[in-house]
C-alpha cells in the first residue's frame, strides 16, 4: 500500500460499567448518530436478559460477554484466485475483526427477529447465543463449517 495505516481510534469506556467493549457494541448498535438510544436500548436488554435468567449467578453483563464469545468465529473463508480458479481459503481472523464480526452478527439477527422493541431483540438475541442458540450462534457454525469444507486449500493461505 502507498499510503499508512491510519491509526486507531481510541474508544472511551461506557458510563455505567466502565467497559471498552460495550461502547464497542453501542457503537455497532448505534444508527444515524443516535448514541444515547443506543446506550438505552443496550441497558435494557441487560435488564431484560438478567429478568430472563433469574436463577443465572453471573451479572447481566457477564452474560452478554459469555454471549458474545460464543458467537465469535476463528476461522473464516476469503476468496484466492489461483489460475484462473476461485478457492474459498480458510484463513484465521485477528482479534479485532472476530469482536467485530461477533457484534455485528449478534446485531443483526436481532434486528431481524420479531418483537416489540430493538432492547426485547437484543436480550433474547443475548440470551440465545449465551444459550448456544439463535441466529447469530449459527452464523459461527456454518463459518466454521465452511473453512473445515474447505481445509484442502490451506496451503494458498496468504
Known sequence: MRKTKPKKRQVLPDPVFG??????????????????????????????????LPNEEKSALEIWKAALDNVTPQVEVKSRRVGGATFQVPTEIYPGRKESISMKNLISFARKRGGKNMAEKLAAE????????GGAFKRKEDMHRMAEANRAFAHFRF
Open 19 to 52: 467497559d471498552v467493549r460495550v461502547t464497542r457494541f453501542v457503537n455497532h448498535l448505534m444508527r444515524d448518530g443516535k448514541k444515547s438510544i443506543s446506550y438505552d436500548i443496550f441497558y435494557s436488554a441487560l435488564e431484560i436478559v438478567k429478568a430472563k
Open 126 to 133: 443475548i440470551v440465545d447465543a449465551y444459550n448456544s442458540q
